[in-house]
């Protein structure tokens, strides 16, 4: 969006100039001819957001009609690929799409086959109450675990996966780069994902991908392939204090990644007979500065000068631009599932700052984004609790904690605070691998240069800013995620603060009286030792009317209103499978025992 800008002959060597008059001005460049070096002013005002367009399209201008059908013989014709042509979904164009389209046109069909799977895939549903994540009818918590396949070795990948179905685990977070599916253009080998997807089916995971792309918190040269790595000519660099970046403007390039991730996508439609992927997060912390420029952003940084800092040197506009083409040609695909935003956690690019610099409201006016989440490394709730609360129905956005650290027990307080604030939490990570050796102790095993998943116990401690916290045992994350797995459903569908609870007995044994629904509980710890961390649980109101109690160690004891009736179990879709009814003392408590702790025991109240 600067006037002036040049585009090169090298970079583009066929030019057409569509230029759109009316309030605002579009430049679009297209091959179609040869031409010379060309200077051209863009509009510094002018709103370069994709218009929502649908498959068939192809030329764009709002219908589908014969002229769409000759713009699909010309791409076929001259070998070119336009995901809004690819009406079969088989991330190519050839005489099948010409047959669909003509069927389409004479009203033999009305709908495209690429869009026939789509009522299968993952989106979000919004209620008045809050915004959650569906499969079908089934809703699903938006919690998981990072696996950073990108830094383990080949023949190590699959004990990962394994450990984290032993765990409980019913949803991993797991990278793949560019390059790995095309590192010579347009020639795309799968291979890397093809692995990934076994061990999903032979453990029986869910999936959300990290797409690493040509912008991982500021880095590129890792991720992209070898043709973009290697040819600055047509994919030109910025440099900053020194360092350098990709040119996001760049129109070649976000083309050329957004081929890929459309390539992708339509590869997993072909082999995710299960539907395990559930969401895609587009980049990696996308608003971050340029890495080794030495730009520095604090929540004391003033807004003026953290404008030509972050998103790697004030390139906000043209990387959300990226990010929102990339999300649109998910949604475009065979596997249009839900599509996300992570910033980094830079605590002035979250709406609790003064500075306010990128409210998730920005990223979510993008056609191509579902829902926008933010770093939380601390071990505590407060930032976790202002992004998510100034968020929560913000746009129908399901806002969420997109990296939280595994290892710390207070994450289990950490996760069922996001939950109850209408949120959700992905954690960082199953094991550190040791690339970053800074988070080496967030991680939800014990780092060890000798073994994989050294298992904490629950004793060791650090401190955060003055103040103690333990590890987490993990033995706990069987039990949690036994939980998750009973009535993450119900979790994901109706938690919201007046109805959920949370039990947050980390530090102290503690008697609390909450009133959930206009019915009034109370429960009383007894379960912290004094060297290592007590319990968390919740409290919460289902929509039919019944409660959901929960605590994740033993000795917790509920008290409940008069005329409860009470059993353990777990549901199965909307249906509540009970394994035993539980008798209640003359006071009409009960007292939650170490065995069914351990179990990840679920009670349901009825009156």
């Excluded at 430049?27 to 001819?33: D, F, L, P, R, T």
């Excluded at 710390?408 to 040791?434: D, R």
């Excluded at 991680?443 to 629950?458: H, K, M, P, Q």
Aim: glycine share 8%.
């Amino acid at each position: 969006d600067n006037n002036g800008t040049v585009f090169t002959a090298a970079a583009f060597p066929d030019l057409k100039l569509d230029v759109r008059g009316g309030d605002k001005v579009e430049i679009i460049i297209e091959k179609v001819g040869s031409g010379a070096d060309m200077c051209v002013a863009l509009n510094p005002t002018a709103d370069y957001s994709e218009k929502k367009r649908e498959i068939g399209d192809i030329t764009d201008d709002g219908n589908i009609d014969i002229l769409d059908m000759i713009k699909l013989k010309k791409l076929i014709s001259d070998q070119k690929y336009d995901i809004y042509a690819d009406l079969d979904g088989d991330s190519s164009l050839n005489t099948t799409d010409l047959a669909v389209m003509r069927k389409y046109l004479l009203g033999i069909i009305d709908e495209f086959p690429v869009n026939q799977v789509k009522k299968k895939i993952t989106s979000l549903k919004t209620t008045a109450e809050k915004t959650y994540m569906v499969k079908g009818e089934e809703a699903l918590p938006f919690y998981g675990v990072y696996i950073r396949a990108d830094q383990i070795a080949a023949d190590r990948l699959e004990t990962y996966f394994e450990k984290a179905a032993e765990l409980g685990f019913q949803t991993v977070i797991v990278p793949i780069k560019w390059w790995w599916i095309e590192n010579e253009m347009d020639v795309f080998d799968f291979s890397k994902v093809d692995t990934v997807y076994s061990y999903l089916e032979k453990y029986g995971l869910d999936v959300q991908l990290l797409w690493y792309g040509s912008d991982n918190c500021g880095y590129y040269y890792d991720n992209v392939p070898a043709y973009v790595r290697n040819n600055t000519a047509d994919y030109p660099l910025i440099t900053r204090n020194g360092a350098k970046a990709l040119n996001y403007s760049n129109p070649l390039l976000v083309a050329r990644e957004a081929r890929a991730v459309a390539a992708l996508m339509n590869h997993i439609a072909d082999i995710d007979t299960n539907r395990r992927l559930v969401s895609i997060q587009l980049e990696n912390e996308a608003n971050s500065c340029l890495p080794g420029s030495g730009d520095s952003i604090t929540s004391t940084t003033a807004a003026a000068v953290a404008e030509a800092m972050h998103f790697v040197g004030g390139q906000k506009k043209a990387i959300l631009n990226l990010v929102n083409q990339l999300g649109l040609a998910v949604k475009a695909s065979r596997y249009p599932c839900v599509t996300r935003f992570g910033f980094a956690s830079y605590s002035c690019y979250n709406k609790w700052s003064t500075a306010k610099l990128d409210t998730a409201s920005e990223v979510l006016a993008l056609d191509g984004i579902d829902a926008v989440g933010t770093n939380g490394f601390e071990p505590n709730t407060a930032m976790d609790t202002a992004f998510l609360e100034n968020n929560v129905g913000q746009s129908e956005n399901l806002p969420h904690i997109a990296e939280a650290p595994a290892g710390y027990a207070s994450i289990f307080n950490k996760v069922l605070n996001a939950f109850s604030l209408g949120g959700g939490m992905l954690l960082y990570q199953l094991n550190e691998t040791g690339i970053n050796g800074g988070n080496k102790n967030k991680a939800l095993s014990i780092y060890d240069t000798s073994a994989d998943f050294t298992e904490r116990n629950g004793t060791d401690s650090f401190v955060w800013n003055g103040d103690t916290y333990y590890y987490a045992a993990t033995s706990d994350w069987k039990a949690f995620n036994g939980m998750i797995k009973a009535v993450g459903s119900r979790i994901a569908d109706t938690a919201v603060k007046d109805n959920f609870k949370v039990i947050d007995a980390m530090s102290e044994n503690k008697t609390e009286n909450l009133t959930v629904g206009g019915k009034n509980f109370s429960y009383s710890t007894s379960g912290k030792p004094d060297n290592s961390y007590g319990t968390v649980g919740f409290i919460m109101q289902n929509t039919d009317g019944s409660y959901l109690l929960y605590s994740l160690k033993g000795g917790t004891t509920f008290t409940l209103p008069e005329g409860a009736r009470v059993s353990s179990g777990r549901y199965v879709g909307d249906e509540w499978k009970s394994d035993n009814t539980i008798s209640l003392a003359n006071n009409n408590e009960f007292t939650v025992t170490s065995g069914a702790a351990v179990d990840g025991t679920v009670y349901r109240v009825t009156f």
